[in-house]
């Protein structure tokens, strides 16, 4: 079974520079979640969608990040204009959406911001 | 609103001994999931265990186990006759919500480093 897929792996912008991250879930998870880790930090959520449907963005940035998730497949993340502060690993995980089922995480993008 | 706490930034254990990361929470809630995620460098967060907070047996996965203490609200994970694999960031995390719709509180995380 394939994993998440994550892409680019390394992104390095000029800040006010816009960015978008690209997410593949495995095949058949309806829940996907976008998360945010600065260095030295735990994971922290900015947005989930079960389906092609906003379940919580409450932690998402929305002036200048954004996210869709068009088919209920794939997902973007997209960040404009970009922030030193944003310089961080963006995760996306995914999960089935029934009963307890652990969340599986793809290995990332790292994001540097100059 | 539920807090995970590691106290631990780094920990250091030889090859073969056992060393223990700690983990405290808080929570008004009495029905809940906890979960240490291994994270080696560069590579994915995976699960290593997950402890239900209606069972009172502590979790068990090969070389990795729980104390889970519900009422001080503590969940510390034993690692048994570390290996060289087993460096990596640890992070202890809090399932917030329902099987159908939950989120996970993460803590700041602990660096493992092995000592060959």
């Known amino acids: 079974e394939a994993g998440v897929a994550q892409s680019p792996r390394y992104k390095i912008i000029e800040k006010r520079q816009s960015v978008a991250f690209w997410c593949n879930p495995i095949s058949g998870h309806a829940t996907l979640y976008w998360y945010q880790q600065i260095l030295g930090q735990g994971p922290k959520l900015l947005i989930q969608f079960q389906n092609n449907g906003v379940v919580d963005d409450s932690q998402l940035p929305k002036d200048r990040f954004s996210a869709e998730r068009l088919k209920g497949v794939d997902s973007t993340l997209k960040i404009q204009p970009a922030k030193l502060e944003d310089s961080a690993v963006y995760l996306c995980?995914?999960?089935?959406?029934?009963?307890?089922?652990?969340?599986?995480f793809g290995p990332g993008t790292r994001l540097t911001v100059l | 609103a539920q807090t995970v706490t590691q106290s631990q930034p780094e920990m250091s254990v030889q090859e073969a001994e056992t060393v223990t990361l700690s983990c405290t929470y808080d929570t008004s809630e009495s029905d809940y999931y906890l979960f240490w995620y291994k994270q080696p460098p560069s590579r994915q967060m995976i699960l290593v265990i997950r402890?239900?907070?209606?069972k009172q047996q502590n979790a068990t996965e090969n070389r990795f186990s729980v104390n889970f203490q519900k009422a001080a609200k503590s969940f510390s994970l034993k690692i048994s006759d570390s290996q060289l694999g087993d460096a990596a960031m640890y992070f202890c995390?809090?399932?917030?919500?329902?099987?159908?719709?939950?989120?996970?509180?993460w803590g700041a995380g602990t660096k493992l480093i092995i000592k060959p």
């Open positions: 995980a995914s999960r089935y959406q029934r009963g307890y089922n652990e969340q599986f």
């Open positions: 995390a809090y399932r917030r919500g329902t099987d159908s719709n939950y989120q996970l509180i």
């Open positions: 402890q239900e907070a209606y």
